[in-house]
C-alpha cells in the first residue's frame, strides 16, 4: 500500500469511499473538493494498484497551534491491516511540519476500532458533544494529542527485545495511555 498527498483527481475514489462509509452523513462532492482545495486541508489517500483504499484529512492553518483531524476512512475490505494507523500518522507528522502543538479530532462514540487506533497513540478523551452524529443520534467524543509529546515518544529508541524490563523504570502516565477511554468521521 502506497499513501500519497491527496489531489481533486481523486475525488471519485474518495467519494465511494465516503458513501460506503458514512451512508447517512456522507460529504457532498463540492464540499470534498473545497477541503482537498483548501490551502488550510491536507488529505492524503492509501492506494493499491490505483485503487483508493482510504483517506483521511487534516484541517491546520499555517502557523496555529492547533490542528483538526477531519476524515479518516479505510474501505472495509481492507480494515485491519494497519491502513488507518499509516494515514493517522501521515497526517500528524504533515501537522509536526506545520509547527501544530495540539491534534484534536472527534469520534464517534459506537466506532471502538477508531477510539482504540487513536488512544493507542497517545490521544485522550477531553469531552464529549451529546447527539452529534445525525440523523444517527450517536456522541462524539473530543480527543486531543500533544503533537510534541507524540513526536518525541516515535524519536525514543526502542529497547531490544532481550533486554529486562525489571530494570528499567516505569513510564510516567502509561496507565492513562493505555487505558481504556475513547474526527470527524473515521473508520480505520
Known amino acids: 500500500m502506497a499513501t500519497r498527498t491527496a489531489t ?7 467519494m465511494a469511499l465516503e458513501h460506503a462509509s458514512f451512508p447517512t452523513d456522507a460529504w457532498s462532492p463540492a464540499m470534498m473538493r473545497e477541503e482537498l482545495a483548501s490551502p488550510h486541508g491536507w488529505y492524503v489517500v492509501a492506494e493499491e494498484a490505483g485503487r483508493v483504499l482510504g483517506y483521511a484529512g487534516l484541517r491546520a492553518v499555517h502557523g496555529a497551534r492547533d490542528a483538526d483531524i477531519q476524515t479518516i476512512t479505510i474501505s472495509k475490505a481492507a480494515r485491519g491491516r494497519g491502513r488507518g494507523r499509516a494515514l493517522l500518522t501521515a497526517l500528524l ?6 509547527g501544530v502543538h495540539d491534534v484534536f479530532l472527534e469520534v464517534r462514540a459506537d466506532n471502538s476500532v477508531a477510539q482504540k487506533l487513536y488512544l493507542s497513540e497517545g490521544f485522550a478523551e477531553v469531552g464529549r458533544r451529546p447527539r452529534y452524529y445525525q440523523p444517527d443520534d450517536v456522541d462524539a467524543i473530543v480527543m486531543q494529542l500533544n503533537l510534541r509529546g ?5 524519536a525514543e529508541p526502542t529497547a ?9 523504570p516505569p513510564v510516567e502516565g502509561a496507565e492513562a495511555q493505555s487505558s481504556p477511554t475513547t474526527t470527524g468521521k473515521g473508520w480505520c
Request: hydrophobic share 40%; glycine share 4%; aromatic share 4%.
Open 150 to 154: 507524540w513526536v518525541a515518544r516515535r
Open 93 to 98: 507528522d504533515e501537522a509536526a511540519r506545520r
Open 160 to 168: 531490544p527485545a532481550s533486554a529486562s524490563t525489571e530494570s528499567s
Open 8 to 14: 481533486v483527481a481523486d475525488l471519485d475514489g474518495i
